[in-house]
C-alpha cells in the first residue's frame, strides 16, 4: 500500500511538473493541525476581552515572580508564570469601567465653582475677645499716692485709679507700642466727649510712608480712634482715651497713648476731674 501511494505521487508530480519533494509536502500538509494553546497563556486575554468572564475552571492566577524564564524551552515554557498576572488576593476577574466611572457625573464648571464665588465673597475679620484680667475690679492696692491718683502700670497693661482703704480700682489697658513707650507725671488738662480726632504733623508723614493716608481731622463718633470719652495730659500729646478696637486692650499697639475700653474710660471720665494727677510707669 505504501509503494502504491508513493507511486501515486510519483504520477501526479510527473503530470503537473512538481518535484518529488513539492508534493510529499502538499500530501502532508493538506489538513491543518489543530492549533492548541496553553491556557495559562490564554487566561488573561480572556479576562480583559471578555469583561466578566472567569478563569478556566481550577485555574488561579499566581503573582508574578522574578527570574529568567526561558520561553523557547517547551519542557519550562508551560511550567512558567504570565507574564502580566494578578496577585492571588485578587478576583480572577476584571470589572470593565463604564462611563460612570470614568467622567464624575453633575461636575460643576470651572467658572461656577464655589471657590470662585467664595473668593469674591468679604472676609470677616476675626475679633479677639478680651482677657478676663483686663476687665474692671476692685483690687487691694498699697501705695503712698493719695486717693483719686491715676498710676499707669504699662508693663502689666493695667490702670489704677487709688481709692481709699488700700483699695484701687483697675482697668486694662493698651499702651504704646516699640519705640512709643515713656513715663512721666503729668494731670489732666481737658476732658471731652466724644472727641475730635487731629492726628499730628509726624504721624501723618508716618502712616503715608506705610502706604496708609490719614485724614488732618476726624469728626467724633463710633467710628473715630479716640472712641466714645479722652482725658487730656498736660500739654503733650497723649491722652487716656477710649477705642473702636477693644480687642486691643491689653497689647501694646498704639502711638503712646493709653487706650480703654469705651464702657471704662466713660466710667473713669466720670471719677476723675481736671487737675487729676497721672503717673505713668
Same mark, same amino acid.
Given at each position: ?104 457625573? !453633575? &461636575? ?8 470662585? =464665588? /467664595?473668593?469674591?465673597?468679604? +472676609?470677616? #475679620?476675626? *475679633? ?27 508693663? !502689666? &497693661? ?8 488700700? =483699695? /484701687?480700682?483697675?482697668?486694662? +489697658?493698651? #499702651?504704646? *507700642? ?104
Amino acid at each position: 500500500m505504501p509503494s502504491r501511494s508513493k507511486s501515486l505521487v510519483l504520477i501526479l508530480s510527473a503530470i503537473t511538473g512538481l518535484t518529488a519533494a513539492e508534493a510529499a509536502a502538499q500530501e502532508r500538509y493538506r489538513e491543518r493541525p489543530p492549533v492548541v494553546v496553553s491556557p495559562d497563556l490564554t487566561a488573561p486575554w480572556v479576562m480583559q476581552l471578555g469583561g466578566q468572564a472567569r478563569a478556566p475552571g481550577g485555574y488561579r492566577v499566581q503573582p508574578m515572580q522574578r527570574g529568567v524564564r526561558d520561553y523557547r524551552d517547551p519542557a519550562t515554557r508551560d511550567a512558567a508564570q504570565p507574564r502580566y498576572a494578578y496577585p492571588s488576593r485578587q478576583p480572577a476577574y476584571v470589572v470593565p469601567r463604564t462611563q460612570t466611572t470614568q467622567i464624575r457625573p !453633575n &461636575r460643576v464648571p470651572a467658572q461656577q465653582a464655589p471657590v470662585q =464665588q /467664595a473668593a469674591m465673597q468679604r +472676609v470677616p #475679620v476675626i *475679633k479677639g475677645q478680651i482677657e478676663p484680667q483686663f476687665l474692671p475690679q476692685m483690687v487691694e492696692y498699697k501705695t503712698e499716692h493719695k486717693p483719686g491718683t491715676i498710676v499707669i502700670d504699662t508693663n !502689666n &497693661r493695667f490702670l489704677y485709679l487709688v481709692m481709699e482703704g488700700g =483699695q /484701687a480700682k483697675r482697668y486694662g +489697658v493698651g #499702651v504704646g *507700642k516699640p519705640g512709643f513707650e515713656w513715663a512721666g507725671t503729668h494731670t489732666v488738662t481737658r476732658k471731652a466727649e466724644w472727641p475730635d480726632w487731629h492726628p499730628p504733623k509726624e504721624m501723618i508723614a508716618r502712616e503715608a510712608a506705610k502706604g496708609h493716608y490719614l485724614p488732618v481731622k476726624m469728626e467724633g463718633g463710633p467710628e473715630n480712634p479716640l472712641g466714645a470719652r479722652a482725658l487730656y495730659l498736660g500739654s503733650t500729646l497723649y491722652r487716656i482715651h477710649g477705642t473702636n478696637a477693644p480687642w486691643t486692650i491689653g497689647s501694646a499697639v498704639s502711638s503712646g497713648c493709653i487706650r480703654m475700653r469705651n464702657e471704662d474710660v466713660t466710667d473713669l471720665y466720670g471719677r476723675v476731674n481736671v487737675g487729676t494727677k497721672v503717673i505713668v510707669m
